[in-house]
């Protein structure tokens, strides 16, 4: 089970000037290999929320629970892809991938089996002798993708994975993480500002709001599972994202 | 027209095999750089160039003074007698050039080597940082030839006290070079390492040594020319053999020939160490970006 449990979670930062609720009060539960796409302008804690789930950082109060355990610091059973490049630079992709099976113990041979099988899922299987600065944004996210994958967690967390990269990479990387949980489901958390990618991606959309900052409203995406890019042009997609697109707004004017 | 041919073939070896098509070819194989042609045609002009000036130089110097005897040859010397002196000194200057380099190579490894080892363990340890820290920031900008005299009162002539001082300059440089470079690692990387698995040595190990190498690295090549500095600068306050020694009586009788030659010898020794480190580190930090 890799079900997430996110209760009554709230995270106060105190320096000596001010004292910052980052996330009050929240509550979300994540199904096993369910991807919930959380969406919400800056300053709404949805990288505070990530974080408390990765274990980087404590909740101040509540508690929040992956598969039966409850979270007490980073581990290998959540994997976190970050939006900066966190590809090791001073590894070659197949050492990459391989990373966390090595620190986890796994074998040689086994390290390379599996990293070969993540690498041919992300179409980069070519590339396992290479250098990471010999690959564009778009590749390294796709080590980083085979990296996390290959590490055998339950639980992904993407913390804007793809939003430095542009349109048509984006697109690919889309298409990418869709083959890759096509072949293997996963629990995942995905944090995003952009609506379109959120409905793509998502079986759910929450949508937060900053001060206070909690879950505003969640929004079933209604897809399925086989979704293509040209998804984003019907009336159904649209009518939601304008319904989302309004959400955010009308929260934003409320803080602002 | 035909070095430009001849150089051509002669540089496409020194940027390695081009890419492997081949995936079983290990990484060790992959170009090291990827030219365009122009910045190849930049790089090819790049070495003649060089050689052009250091032959101008030359040529200049030999005009200046033996030629036309514009400068007094006891302000700079010529050429001829630089030679005269080579061959006067024979083996003497083989004997002060070893010695001055077994002075240099032992301070510059063990003070870089303590240097390092020293400036992980206060990245690693706080309390360790606040002990050593400020009598390392007291004794940071003091020069280590202003120890000189001290150092001849604890250690003689010999060869110790000048091992410890040019060692005092490259382990301060190297204490300071590992903190920062510890503290510039990228806590991506850390918490990426963290959620793949990794325990906090694990991190330190896998995460935190490779990635401060190349800055590892030019705080070595920046030690190796410091250590020069400092043990010649040590060998003119007294010494039985070096090549400070040697600069120094010489000096003394105005012997402006031998001077020159010792700083040449110098030169030499020092951009071959420096040739080496910089040979060794672009290999070693192949995968960086920064090269």
């Not at chain 2, 010898?265 to 040739?275: F, N, T």
Request: aromatic share 6%; net charge neutral; with cysteine.
């Amino acid at each position: 089970m890799a079900d997430i449990s996110i209760d009554r979670v709230s995270k106060v930062f105190t320096t000596a000037r001010k004292r910052t609720v980052a996330l009050n009060e929240t509550s979300l539960a994540v199904a096993t290999n369910e991807i919930v796409c959380v969406v919400g302008p800056s300053g709404c804690g949805k990288t505070t929320l990530l974080n408390l789930i990765a274990g980087f950082i404590g909740p101040t109060s509540g508690t929040i629970t992956v598969g039966s355990r409850e979270v007490a610091g980073p581990g290998a059973d959540r994997a976190v892809v970050f939006q900066a490049d966190a590809v090791f630079p001073w590894l070659n992709v197949g050492d990459n991938v391989g990373y966390g099976m090595r620190v986890q113990g796994l074998g040689r041979r086994e390290r390379a089996e599996r990293a070969e099988r993540y690498l041919d899922l992300v179409g980069l299987a070519e590339f396992r002798s290479a250098y990471p600065k010999e690959l564009s944004g778009g590749m390294r996210k796709r080590v980083d993708l085979a990296r996390a994958y290959a590490s055998g967690p339950e639980v992904l967390l993407l913390d804007e994975p793809f939003g430095a990269l542009d349109l048509f990479t984006k697109e690919a990387m889309w298409l990418a993480l869709q083959g890759v949980v096509r072949a293997e489901p996963k629990t995942i958390v995905f944090v995003t500002h952009d609506i379109e990618e959120a409905l793509f991606l998502g079986d759910r959309v929450v949508v937060m709001t900053p001060r206070p900052a909690r879950v505003h409203s969640v929004v079933d995406v209604p897809f399925g599972a086989d979704r293509d890019l040209d998804l984003r042009a019907g009336p159904e997609f649209q009518a939601l994202r304008n319904e989302i697109a309004h959400t955010l707004r009308e929260v934003h004017d409320d803080a602002a | 027209m035909t070095q430009r041919e001849t150089s051509g073939p002669a540089s496409s070896v020194d940027i390695g095999p081009p890419a492997p098509t081949d995936p079983l070819v290990p990484a060790t194989e992959l170009p090291t750089t990827d030219l365009s042609g122009t910045e190849r045609r930049r790089r090819d002009l790049g070495r003649p160039l060089s050689a052009l000036v250091v032959l101008v130089l030359l040529v200049l110097w030999w005009v200046l003074t033996s030629g036309t005897e514009t400068i007094d040859p006891l302000y700079f010397p010529t050429p001829e007698s630089l030679w005269e002196a080579v061959t006067t000194l024979d083996t003497q200057l083989l004997d002060d050039a070893r010695a001055t380099l077994w002075r240099v190579l032992v301070s510059w490894i063990s003070g870089s080597a303590l240097g390092v080892g020293v400036g992980l363990l206060m990245a690693r340890a706080r309390w360790l940082f606040h002990v050593l820290n400020p009598v390392i920031e007291a004794v940071r900008p003091v020069p280590p030839v202003a120890l000189i005299p001290f150092v001849i009162l604890w250690f003689g002539i010999g060869d110790n006290g000048k091992i410890f001082l040019g060692a005092l300059a490259c382990f301060m440089v190297m204490v300071v070079n590992t903190t920062v470079a510890c503290g510039n690692v990228s806590p991506v990387y850390v918490q990426a390492a963290r959620s793949l698995g990794a325990s906090r040595n694990q991190v330190y190990r896998t995460v935190v040594l490779p990635a401060i190498v190349p800055e590892i690295l030019s705080g070595f090549r920046i030690g190796s020319a410091l250590a020069f500095a400092v043990v010649v600068a040590a060998e003119f306050q007294g010494a039985d053999e070096g090549i400070g020694r040697l600069i120094m009586s010489a000096s003394r009788t105005l012997n402006t020939s031998v001077v020159l030659l010792g700083t040449i010898v110098i030169a030499i020794l020092a951009v071959a160490l420096d040739l080496l480190i910089s040979r060794i580190s672009a290999h070693v930090t192949r995968w960086s970006a920064n090269r």
